[in-house]
C-alpha cells in the first residue's frame, strides 16, 4: 500500500538558521508531490510542487526552496529562517491516474 | 481560474443533528470536487471526492456531499453529527490543466455535547 512519511512532526529552529525538512512516499512510482503551508490554522497555500526528479515548481515567491533528488523525496529547505516562515507544512502526493491528494502528518515549524 | 469558496469560517451543531458544511465552486469544464478534514497538528484526511456520475457522493465517517450543477455547490452533509466530527473542514477543486488542488479557507465545525 502507499504511504507518505513526513518529518520531523515538530520543529524549533532560530532566525537564520538553515531547514531541511524531507517527505518520502512509498509504494508508488513517479508520484505527483507537493508542499503546502498551513499559516494560523486555517488556509492552505502551494509552495511547491514536482512532477519528477529534478523538476520543481514554485508557487510563491520566498525563502524556501525545494528539490526532489529521488523519485519518491522531496525536501523543504531554506538557507536563513525568518520568523514569517513559521507554520505548518504539508506533503502530498498524487498518483499517476488518481483524482486526489494524500497527504502526510506535517511538521510544526516555529521559528524563534 | 478553479476556485472554491467556503463562505463559513465556523459551523456549530447540536450533536445528534444533522450538519451542513457549505461550498460552492467555479471551474471551467467539469468539475472535480474533494472534502477533506483536518484534526488538530495532523494532515488533511480524504473524507470524499466528486468526479463524474452520481449528484450524491457518500464518503468516510458517514459524510456525504451533494452536487449541485445549477448552484455550483458541494455541500458536506451528515444526518447526526457527532461530538468527534469536530475538527477542520476543507473542500477543493482539482485544477486539470495545472494538476494542482486549490483549496477552500475552511469551516471549523464545531459539535456541542
Known amino acids: 500500500s502507499q504511504t507518505i512519511h513526513q518529518w520531523p512532526a515538530t520543529l524549533v529552529q532560530p532566525v537564520g538558521s538553515p531547514l531541511s525538512l524531507e517527505c518520502t512516499v512509498e509504494?508508488?512510482?513517479?508520484?505527483?508531490l507537493y508542499w503546502y503551508r498551513q499559516a494560523a490554522g486555517r488556509g492552505l497555500q502551494l509552495l511547491f510542487y514536482s512532477v519528477g526528479i529534478g523538476q520543481i515548481s514554485s508557487e510563491v515567491p520566498q525563502n524556501l526552496s525545494a528539490s526532489r533528488p529521488q523519485d519518491r523525496q522531496f525536501i523543504l529547505s531554506s538557507k536563513k529562517l525568518l520568523l514569517s516562515d513559521s507554520g505548518f507544512y504539508l506533503c502530498?502526493?498524487?498518483?499517476?491516474?488518481?483524482?486526489?491528494?494524500?497527504f502526510g502528518s506535517g511538521t510544526r515549524l516555529t521559528v524563534v | 481560474a478553479q476556485s472554491v469558496a467556503q463562505p463559513e469560517d465556523q459551523v456549530n451543531v447540536a450533536e445528534g443533528n444533522p450538519l451542513t458544511v457549505k461550498c460552492t465552486y467555479s471551474v471551467s469544464g467539469n468539475p472535480y470536487l474533494f472534502w477533506y478534514v483536518q484534526y488538530p497538528n495532523r494532515g488533511l484526511q480524504f473524507l470524499l471526492k466528486?468526479?463524474?456520475?452520481?449528484?450524491l457522493v457518500k464518503g468516510s465517517y458517514g459524510f456525504e456531499a451533494e452536487f449541485n450543477k445549477s448552484q455550483t455547490s458541494f455541500h458536506l452533509k451528515k444526518p447526526s453529527a457527532l461530538v468527534s466530527d469536530s475538527a477542520l473542514y476543507f473542500c477543493?477543486?482539482?485544477?486539470?490543466?495545472?494538476?494542482?488542488?486549490?483549496f477552500g479557507t475552511g469551516t471549523r465545525l464545531q459539535v456541542f455535547p
Open positions: 509504494g508508488t512510482s513517479n508520484p505527483n
Open positions: 466528486y468526479i463524474t456520475g452520481d449528484n
Open positions: 502530498a502526493w498524487r498518483g499517476t491516474g488518481g483524482y486526489g491528494y494524500t
Open positions: 477543493a477543486v482539482r485544477d486539470i490543466r495545472s494538476d494542482k488542488l486549490i
